[in-house]
Nanobody, 122 residues
Framework: QVRLEESGGGLVQDGGSLRLSCAAS????????MGWYRQAPGKLRELVAS???????NYADSVKGRFTIARDNAKNTVYLQMNSLKPGDTAVYYC????????????????WGQGTQVTVSS
């Protein structure tokens, strides 16, 4: 069993900052890439940022220069530092991890957190 526990969401004013955290726990052997997605009301879930085990990152164009993704491999944790937040960033943010369980050889699966609400007021 794998659990992705997110924290750090909340309400912030236009231009403010928030830091999201997501810790993976369970019978994990290896975590490949980790990332953050978001889903606003009436819209599809979209990739915000992702990071590989080696630290290579990828960002959505809408957040480049404002958001920073990082991970602590020893803690199986991924972070998302969000600066200069805008009302358009309002959404439920989901953590994602592509990982292999300890008892499954060569099988990587995607796991999701429960989501954390980020609301940016104008």
């Amino acid at each position: 069993q794998v659990r992705l526990e997110e924290s750090g969401g909340g309400l912030v004013q236009d231009g403010g900052s928030l830091r999201l955290s997501c810790a993976a726990s369970g019978s994990i052997a290896t975590i490949n890439h980790m990332g953050w997605y978001r889903q606003a009301p009436g819209k599809l879930r979209e990739l915000v940022a992702s990071i590989t085990t080696a630290g290579s990152t990828n960002y959505a164009d809408s957040v480049k220069g404002r958001f920073t993704i990082a991970r602590d491999n020893a803690k199986n944790t991924v972070y998302l530092q969000m600066n200069s937040l805008k009302p358009g960033d309002t959404a439920v943010y989901y953590c994602n991890a592509n990982l292999r369980l300890a008892y499954e050889l060569d099988v990587y699966r995607n796991y999701w957190g429960q989501g954390t609400q980020v609301t940016v007021s104008s």
